[in-house]
């Protein structure tokens, strides 16, 4: 089985910074996709940031330029680096990350447990 565990949540003042961590654990034979989401109160769950597995990133207009995505290949774990905070960045922040578990099975998607960015003075 394949788990998700994030962390690096929490609160900040606006002009703050917070990094988040994804980390899968598990039986895994290979991680391909791997993306950052977020879901403010009353709104749908948007995309933020997605690092291919060939290395291309890409980001929401809205965090461009403040938001960076990484990742550490030997420890199978994303990172979300959050810079020059917002209020509107406020929300639940969901890792996905498309795995092929180690039984070669097809790959599929898996969702962290989410983790609480508030930004507030």
């Known amino acids: 089985q394949v788990q998700l565990v994030e962390s690096g949540g929490g609160l900040v003042q606006p002009g703050g910074s917070l990094r988040l961590s994804c980390g899968a654990s598990?039986?895994?034979?290979?991680?391909?996709?791997q993306n950052w989401y977020r879901q403010a109160p009353g709104k749908s769950r948007e995309l933020v940031a997605q690092?291919?597995?060939?290395?291309?990133?890409n980001y929401a207009d809205s965090v461009k330029g403040r938001f960076t995505i990484s990742r550490d290949n030997a420890k199978n774990t994303v990172y979300l680096q959050m810079n020059s905070l917002k209020p509107e960045d406020t929300a639940v922040y969901y890792c996905?990350?498309?795995?092929?578990?180690?039984?070669?099975?097809?790959?599929?998607?898996?969702w962290g447990q989410g983790t609480q960015v508030t930004v507030s003075s």
């Open positions: 690092i291919t597995s060939g290395g291309s990133r």
């Open positions: 996905y990350v498309v795995i092929s578990p180690a039984d070669r099975s097809s790959p599929r998607g898996y």
């Open positions: 598990g039986s895994i034979f290979s991680i391909y996709h």
